[in-house]
């Protein structure tokens, strides 16, 4: 059940809104699609599913061009995060539509509705009507009726993004576990680096209608191919230094320098750019060899468990993820502290030269 895509492009009043796109999908797999509103997710996704025509290139499921394949010919199955129910028939009914359709005998789709309603938490609902439940069963309802179909392909567009904290942890825990059993290809889009992080998989990063990288989710996230990469996949972005190597020494924009093996004894003299992402700055010192920025603090956020500081260092705009609840005065300086081995170097033009030695050895 392998899907391929090759060359695959979208444009749309001659507005390219997907670039030329060749990736692969395995059966039994899940692979993420990660990145900001309007990058290019749900494009992708519509293409993949045949609801979209490319403009180039094509699409093959199982080794068959299915390229100008009607969605309605494809084992194909999709959820939104707007979800989508029939109002006027019961749970049971819209999670069976589907099943009824395919022309399923009565006792296979009772079977099937009901497994699923249980795995979906929906079994004491089945008689309701969804304008009779609230916005997240109405979504497990929704989702419910995708699973039923046993599809090849299951593509889910945020689907967890109108349910409530905890409900979207025990779906999150969930779905691996459902897309392994099934042996069906799972793509599922999202914002959120930590939400890739907890799927697993692989993880597709978009940028601008492009995708900027793809391979098992921990290697993307650990070692970024470039700068975009890098900003996508981290929550808040990630922070960026200027750095000039000259000799053996990284001059700072602040007119510091630093001994070239503090950061990468090895890359040739340049400009270059250092990456850090906010949990790795700190206002303790973790020890002699960590480097000191003198920041303004602009504005804290206390989640409750952590603070969120915005910090100005030279023009630069950062964020720092602080452990515990911090006391801090906005406008005033900011002394933070960054360990070298959590920096990431990329070269002039984007390209990551060394990822964290604290990644590299993970």
């Known amino acids: 059940m392998t899907l391929r895509l090759e060359n695959v492009s979208k444009i749309v009043g001659g507005r390219t809104h997907m670039y030329p796109t060749t990736m692969a999908l395995e059966p039994g797999t899940m692979n993420v699609l990660l990145g900001p509103t309007l990058s290019g997710k749900t494009t992708l996704m519509r293409l993949m599913a045949g609801l979209d025509q490319p403009a180039t290139g094509r699409i093959l499921w199982q080794g068959t061009d299915v390229t100008g394949q009607r969605v309605q010919d494809r084992k194909v199955a999709m959820v939104y995060q707007q979800f989508i129910n029939y109002p006027s028939m019961s749970v049971y009914d819209n999670i069976a539509s589907p099943l009824r359709l395919m022309g399923l005998a009565k006792d296979e789709i009772d079977s099937r509705v009901r497994a699923t309603a249980e795995l979906m938490r929906l079994t004491p609902m089945l008689d309701r009507r969804p304008l009779e439940l609230s916005g997240g069963q109405q979504q497990r309802c929704a989702l419910a009726r995708a699973l039923v179909k046993n599809a090849g392909l299951v593509l889910l567009d945020e689907p967890l993004a109108n349910l409530d904290y905890k409900l979207r942890e025990e779906l999150r825990a969930e779905i691996p576990r459902i897309f392994a059993e099934s042996g069906a290809i799972f793509v599922y889009a999202t914002t959120e680096p930590e939400e890739a992080l907890l799927l697993g998989g692989q993880c597709a990063t978009l940028w601008q209608g492009r995708v900027t990288q793809f ?4 290697t993307v996230y650990r070692r970024p191919l470039d700068v975009i ?18 000799g053996g020494r990284f001059a700072l924009p602040d007119g510091r320098s630093l001994p070239a093996g503090a950061i990468a004894a090895h890359v040739p003299d340049g ?7 906010p949990n790795h700055l700190a206002l303790e010192a973790p020890h002699d060899r960590a480097i000191r920025f003198e920041t303004v603090l602009s504005v804290t956020e206390i989640t409750g468990s952590q603070t969120y500081v915005h910090l100005d260092h030279q023009g630069e705009r950062w964020v720092g993820l602080i ?24 070269d002039g033009q984007g390209a990551l030269v060394q990822a964290a030695p604290y990644a590299r050895a993970a």
């Open 215 to 218: 391979g098992p989710t921990p």
């Open 229 to 246: 990469t890098a900003r996508v996949f981290s929550d808040p972005p990630m922070n960026f230094l200027a750095l000039e190597k000259s």
């Open 271 to 277: 400009a270059y750019t250092a990456g850090f992402r």
């Open 323 to 346: 452990h515990g609840v911090r006391s801090l005065r906005s406008g005033g300086t900011l002394a933070v502290h960054l360990d070298p081995d959590h920096i990431y170097l990329f």
